[in-house]
Structure formats: C-alpha cells, structure tokens
C-alpha cells in the first residue's frame, strides 16, 4: 500500500505565531508597518482607475509598492500614473476588461512576463446593481453581468496568477467583498449572489492552498461613497464610509493577513440570521416594503455622474514605469 505524504503545517505554525503581533501593529502603527509590509513588493490592483482602487493605489505607492493598476479606461488610468509618477512612485498601467475572459488572461499573461513576481493581488473590481428579484425576470443579464466580473473575472485573474505565486513562495490574495453578505439586504440578489460565490471560492482555495503559503483575505465593505452608488438616488441620504476608511481597511488585510476584515456590525447581522432568522427576514422585508425603488429600476436613466469616465480600452497600454 503506498504511504502517504507527511502533511507540511509550518506554513500554518509560522502564521499563527505572528498573528497576534500582526493585529497590533495594524491598530498602534498601521502606516509604518504597511511600509514594512509591501515596500519594494509588487501589487497587482483591478479597478484602479476610480474610488476604492485609485485612492490605494496613491497608499501603496507613498509607501513603497510598485503598483500595477487595471482598469477598462486607459484615460483615466494614465490620469492616477501620472499623480504617483510626480510623487516619485513606481507604477505599471493595464488597460483591461477583466470581465472579458480573452482580455483578462491577455493582462495576465502581460503582467507575468514583465514582472517576476506578485506579492499582493487585490481583486478590487466590481459592479452593483440594485434591484428587487420581480423587476428582473426580464432581465437575466443583471445576474450574468455581476457574476462574470465579480466572480469569474476575479478568480480567472487569480487562477492565472497562482502557478507563479506558488513557485515564487507565496503571495497574499484579498478579494474585496460586502458587508451585505452578512446583513443580506434586500434587492442586491444579483451583487449578493456574485459576492457570494466570489466568498465560497476564496475560502476553499485558503483550504487548499495554506501550506503553499498563499493566503487570501476577505474585506467587507459597508456602503461606500463611490461613483459606483451615485446611480441609486437614496443612497445620497444614507451614511456610507468615504473611500479613505475603505482603504483603511484593505492595508489592515495586507498587515495583517487575517482571513476576513469587518466591522462589528457584520458578526452581529451574521448571528441574527444564524439564530433570528424569521425575525431577521421580517425587519429586512419591512425595511424593503418602506423604502422606493431606484430609479434604474423603474426604468427611467439618469444622467451619467460626472466621476465616471467612458470606456477606452485600447488593444496596447501605455506603459508608465519609473
């Protein structure tokens, strides 16, 4: 009978025994010791060209990564090089659409013949639609939409990348979710369900892939003021963190390496609906019945916000590196 191969848990010996440390240094000295973390190491950011991703994009580059930014608008991703070029950064731009499986495993391809190793991957891109299941049954490309840039996109992009992320001797992967996986509000079954799966994956490959030193990251955003809620009108009333805090958030994720990043909020959610369910379900229905449906929804356009840039992608990028 063959024997089986000794199992190999240093990879996880060494990560607990730093993992206290690492928690406060992210709370005493999270600046410092993001330096410490990513100076002279490599980051690969999608969705960098606006909100959440540029604003960590300027982050990382002031303290020391080489940031490698993608995005589907060339325009405006010259716009953030140029902004961490003048601030003496070193930053390489891929125009791509990484909901397009051709383009994302041509940008892939690109960043792994360029660049000998990734040391953080941030799966940062994303798309939201708010809309209630009956208002959809006409419109099953909302839910193909969502999933394949939130999830397929995201994991084609890691998938590529893991052959050399192993052999390089590891690398730390955080994938950027939503603290509506935990609260479950109503008419984001399209973004949920994309996020969702995007969660289920991650936490399998961690299982899988620990002992390579690979570790992944989950990050829980609330609300966000970004150009990606300016299309739903009500959420110009509603508290939302600035992309600064979200950002926050992400750099605790890379000092730390722990498995998810949320607010106490999102534990208390998950166990009202572990243990109240009936009772969680009737107050996010009533919250669903009182509140008005967006605009988008109805079927009526608004007016493009003024953040948002057209898409541009051009078959070669520009390529920006200092």
Request: proline share 7%; aromatic share 6%; net charge positive.
């Amino acid at each position: 009978m063959a024997r089986l191969p000794l199992p190999n848990l240093l990879p996880y010996a060494t990560e607990l025994a730093g993992a206290a440390l690492r928690r406060a240094d992210a709370a005493l000295f999270p600046r410092f010791h993001l330096r410490q973390r990513i100076n002279g190491r490599t980051v690969l950011i999608t969705g960098a060209s606006t909100g959440i991703g540029e604003v960590l994009a300027y982050r990382l580059a002031q303290a020391g990564a080489q940031v490698l930014l993608t995005a589907r608008s060339t325009e405006k991703l010259e716009q953030v090089a140029a902004r961490i070029e003048q601030q003496g950064g070193r930053v390489t731009i891929y125009p791509c659409d990484i909901a397009n499986p051709e383009d994302c495993d041509r940008m892939a391809a690109e960043v792994l013949a360029e660049h000998p190793r990734i040391d953080v991957l941030v799966n940062n891109a994303g798309r939201s639609i708010r809309r209630p299941v009956l208002r959809s049954l006409n419109r099953f490309h909302d839910f193909e939409r969502t999933m394949q840039l939130n999830y397929f996109g995201a994991i084609r992009l890691t998938m590529a990348l893991l052959p050399r992320l192993i052999d390089q001797g590891g690398a730390h992967v955080i994938n950027i979710s939503t603290l509506g996986m935990q609260t479950i509000p109503a008419r984001f079954a399209a973004y949920l369900a994309s996020k969702g799966a995007l969660e289920m994956w991650t936490q399998a490959a961690a299982n899988e892939l620990g002992h390579k030193r690979i570790r992944f990251s989950l990050v829980n955003f609330p609300l966000v003021r970004t150009p990606m809620i300016a299309p739903t009108e009500i959420y110009r009333y509603t508290p939302a963190i600035s992309p600064e805090q979200a950002v926050d958030q992400i750099c605790r994720a890379i000092i730390t390496r722990q498995k998810r990043v949320a607010s106490p909020l999102a534990y208390v959610a998950l166990g009202a609906h572990m243990f109240l369910p009936t009772l969680s379900e009737a107050l996010v229905n009533l919250g669903y019945q009182l509140t008005p449906e967006s605009a988008a929804a109805r079927g009526k356009t608004l007016p493009a916000p003024q953040e948002q840039h057209p898409d541009n992608v051009r078959p070669l990028r520009r390529r920006r590196q200092r």
